[in-house]
T-cell receptor, first 116, second 111 residues
Framework: DTAVSQTPKYLVTQMGNDKSIKCEQN?????MYWYKQDSKKFLKIMFS???????INETVPNRFSPKSPDKAHLNLHINSLELGDSAVYFC???????????????FGPGTRLTVL | RKEVEQDPGPFNVPEGATVAFNCTYS??????FFWYRQDCRKEPKLLMS???SGNEDGRFTAQLNRASQYISLLIRDSKLSDSATYLC????????????FGAGTTVTVRA
């Protein structure tokens, strides 16, 4: 069974459109994340939710709006897509008190977004 | 200065060789350290945590040098399947949610 799943896997769209990416985890974790990995492969945190509450909100344009209907789901809606939004978006989940006092994060397979 | 910096490589090594690389972090208060592995067009996966005393997991050895603020990863007896990008990951506070990722070091093992 897939632990962290994302849909869609690929998304090609025109500038100015609005799109959503969905994420679900079946690990029973309390915390979920959205990351953006750009063409230089740098993985950057965007948002994090813990038990449906927003706990991390990095400097991200307000065109990006996360929504967590329950602790197993975290969706990302993007308004007015721009060329610079093209990247791979990864969802992840973790338990706070996990491995070695850290929090091993389990990643979804990624959504490859291309804005034309 | 970036929070976590890595030599991007690539490190091209023959099968059976040993390869080692470092990662530096800027915040001296950082508490937890990890190496993640990312295969081409795949998601990152935890390879190993890095403990203060250093630790081994099979052919992989991780070291932490707090004085100089770097961590290292050494791979012995490289296999073709070790070809990947290795991401250095740092957490500032023990029970913090946020991880800071380096841009990765690419290793290619050739036959």
């Amino acid at each position: 069974d897939t632990a962290v799943s994302q849909t869609p896997k690929y998304l090609v769209t025109q500038m100015g459109n609005d799109k959503s990416i969905k994420c679900e985890q079946n690990l029973g974790h309390d915390t979920m994340y959205w990351y953006k990995q750009d063409s230089k492969k740098f993985l950057k945190i965007m948002f994090s939710y813990n038990n449906k509450e927003l706990i991390i909100n990095e400097t991200v344009p307000n065109r990006f709006s996360p929504k967590s209907p329950d602790k197993a789901h975290l969706n990302l809606h993007i308004n007015s897509l721009e060329l610079g939004d093209s990247a791979v978006y990864f969802c992840a989940s973790s338990q706070l008190f996990g491995l070695a006092g850290g929090n091993e994060q389990f990643f979804g397979p990624g959504t490859r977004l291309t804005v034309l | 200065r970036k929070e976590v910096e890595q030599d991007p490589g690539p490190f091209n090594v023959p099968e059976g060789a040993t390869v080692a690389f470092n990662c530096t972090y800027s915040n001296s208060a950082s508490q937890s350290f990890f190496w993640y592995r990312q295969d081409c067009r795949k998601e990152p996966k935890l390879l190993m945590s890095v403990y203060s005393s250093g630790n081994e997991d099979g052919r992989f050895t991780a070291q932490l040098n707090r004085a100089s603020q770097y961590i290292s990863l050494l791979i012995r007896d490289s296999k073709l399947s070790d070809s990947a990008t290795y991401l250095c990951v740092v957490k500032k506070i023990r029970n913090d949610y946020k991880l800071s990722f380096g841009a990765g070091t690419t290793v290619t093992v050739r036959a």
